[in-house]
């Protein structure tokens, strides 16, 4: 269990941290207009702590009705949220560079690197060289590689084949 999923459960079960004058609590999202919420009869909860304008941001949009973890620092109004039980979307901000996530497919692109989550699988390139060729390339040389021996060239045995065949089968299921 993650760090914030054991903070998340704590503080369900009411054991409300104070430490330092930074209090948690849970709560429920009745709302997300922006880059804040509404969780219970608390308004304005900012989604970042940070709210500078920064090149780079990575902001969690929960859905509505799901549980959060909110914060806030003693003394002071303002609430952020830390965790979430249930995500609507992601947005990052790299740079210039901005990014939304949705339930489904989800591709990044900086350039010539692509991330892309799709249909139950992944697929990472960069330019014309993407993870699955290389690593299909890889176990295809493997199966008909020649080994040099004292006693002369060598082949990798068949059961030897059989698991290359079977990495190579399991990258497919994985990558797109």
Known sequence: MSEIDQLLVQVIKGNTKQTKGFVL???????????TCTVDDY???RLNAIIEETDSQFTVYPKVGSKVVIGRLKNINSMFVIGVSDIEKLIIKMGNQLFEFKEGNVTISIGDQVFEMKSGKFKITNGDVSLKSILNDGFDQLGKAIIMTPSGPGKFSAAD??????LKDKTNQLLS
Not at 26 to 35: F, Y
Not at 161 to 166: G, I, P, Q, T
């Open 25 to 35: 609590f849970v709560g429920t999202v009745k709302a997300v207009e922006g880059d």
């Open 43 to 45: 308004e304005d909860i």
């Open 161 to 166: 084949k059989l698991v290359f065949a079977d």
